[in-house]
């Protein structure tokens, strides 16, 4: 199996609030809360972990709140690298009505140095070979160019890694010069691409046939949510559908364990329709547990087998 490695350069504490209802305006009683140590990397290490897949987590930490943040990636098992820089990881807040759509308000507070972005590079080149998968996700945090974390990505592929890279913070023009193994982008990543809506999932595979003939990525995948996926390699095309969930916990990083299912497949040499069908149980099962939770094994094995792939 290859090794898997996780980036997660903007990490932030993922708080979330579950209440009756939302009011703008006025005052709101919360009836629960959780908080989770997170960031797009991070969550893709704990969905990984809580489905029994070995991986390392290489995430910055800020000294401000730094050792709150370890203790609760301790508390989850997660096996992780720190390097540590000053200042204050983020929060992400995050309201759930009983009914209704979610409202998220992120914190963008969080800097980096040109140092402390080649002190990692220097640590994960030492940590990478022909045989890892580098899973880079989030959005590019202040103080570093996005000339400077695509330079760092492509020092990290030049040491033989198969990189998926998930962020909103590159253009597909950025990423035809990085040209990682594999993205993700969802509905509104996607039409954000492009410049225009998808229609459906026929329309999102057309697509990512014409992404990867563009030389975007090798493999892509568009998620639509409870519509299903659609991926591409150029040379195949493949549509996947997903199990309708009647009560969804919460949507937020469900994205995160997508990706997570997808590297892990493929880490254990998975077939590419086997591989989606697992990318999207991660997915979907991610929907079932509270906040940014990652998805139970339990659930994963349930949802896989009402994939479909053709």
Not at 86 to 106: K, L, M, V, W, Y
Not at 181 to 200: H, M, S, T, V
Not at 236 to 244: A, G, M, N, W, Y
Request: overall charge negative; hydrophobic content about 40%.
């Amino acid at each position: 199996m290859k090794k898997i490695i996780t980036i997660t350069l903007n990490p932030a504490f993922d708080l979330h609030y579950a209440m009756d209802e939302f009011r703008a305006g006025k005052e709101n009683y919360v009836k629960s809360s959780t908080c989770d140590a997170g960031g797009k990397g991070i969550n893709i290490s704990r969905a990984l972990l809580s489905n029994d897949v070995d991986n390392t987590a290489f995430v910055i930490l800020g000294d401000e709140n730094g050792a709150a943040f370890e203790q609760g990636l301790i508390r989850d098992g997660v096996k992780y690298t720190p390097l540590h820089t000053q200042g204050r990881i983020r929060e992400n807040i995050t309201i759930h009505p009983a009914s209704g759509a979610e409202t998220r308000i992120s914190l963008d507070n969080f800097s980096l140095t040109d140092k402390t972005l080649t002190d990692l590079g220097v640590m994960l080149e030492m940590a990478v070979d022909e045989d890892t998968i580098i899973a880079f996700s989030g959005r590019n945090p202040k103080g570093v160019t996005k000339q400077d974390v695509m330079a760092f990505l492509k020092r990290l592929k030049d040491k033989g890694a198969k990189i998926a890279v998930d962020s909103n913070s590159f253009t597909p023009d950025d990423l035809m010069l990085i040209h990682p193994w594999f993205i993700k982008p969802n509905e509104q990543e996607i039409a954000a691409f492009l410049g225009r809506e998808i229609n459906d999932v026929e329309d999102a595979a057309a697509r990512a046939k014409e992404l990867v003939e563009r030389g975007v990525a090798e493999e892509v995948m568009i998620s639509m949510g409870g519509l299903g996926s659609a991926w591409s390699d150029g040379k195949r095309t493949l549509i996947v559908s997903v199990p309708k969930i009647e009560n969804p916990v919460s949507t937020i990083g469900a994205g995160d364990s997508t990706v997570a299912g997808y590297i892990a497949a493929t880490a254990k040499g998975y077939s590419k329709e086997d591989s989606l069908r697992l990318a999207c149980a991660f997915g979907t099962s991610a929907c079932m547990t509270e906040g940014t939770r990652p998805p139970m094994a339990d659930d994963v094995k349930k949802v896989y087998d009402k994939v479909a792939v053709k």
